[in-house]
């Protein structure tokens, strides 16, 4: 039976790491930071802290390497708060999962838009086929 100690060890990691990360870190690197999962090891040994944050290519290496500075701080900051063995390895890793979710939405939204608007060419007014067409000259006039 799998324990649940690690899942609740990542959850008091990810709101700890949160906190400190908006109030105790000041490097201007990290700028606007989400903390979304954080997966430790059975063994508790090494967690593996997925983030997500705003900004281009250039933000986002320079807020790894902002985080790469601060995880010693960070772990020493842990293992006083934590009431942990041993405080485990911290590896920052950019959670893709948000942008490729974004990318999957406009996707469909595109092609629901598409199709909207092919629904909305094909459904011009057809005549009833028992009625006459206004549009073309009758024959029997």
Request: charged share 30%; no cysteine; hydrophobic share 35%.
């Amino acid at each position: 039976m799998a324990s649940t100690r690690p899942s609740r060890v990542g959850d008091q990691l990810r709101a700890e790491i949160a906190n400190l990360l908006a109030r105790e870190v000041h490097d201007p690197g990290i700028g606007f930071l989400t903390i979304t999962h954080v997966h430790v090891s059975p063994d508790l040994q090494v967690a593996r802290v997925y983030y997500t944050t705003l900004g281009d290519e250039k933000a986002r290496r320079e807020t790894s390497r902002a985080l790469g500075r601060a995880t010693p701080f960070l772990r020493r900051q842990i293992g006083s708060r934590l009431r942990l063995k041993r405080v485990p390895l911290l590896e920052f890793f950019f959670d893709e999962s948000i942008e490729r979710g974004d990318r999957i939405e406009r996707i469909l939204n595109d092609i629901g838009a598409e199709r909207a608007a092919a629904t909305d060419t094909d459904a011009a007014p057809q005549p009833a086929p028992d009625e006459p067409n206004r549009n073309e000259p009758n024959s029997d006039e």
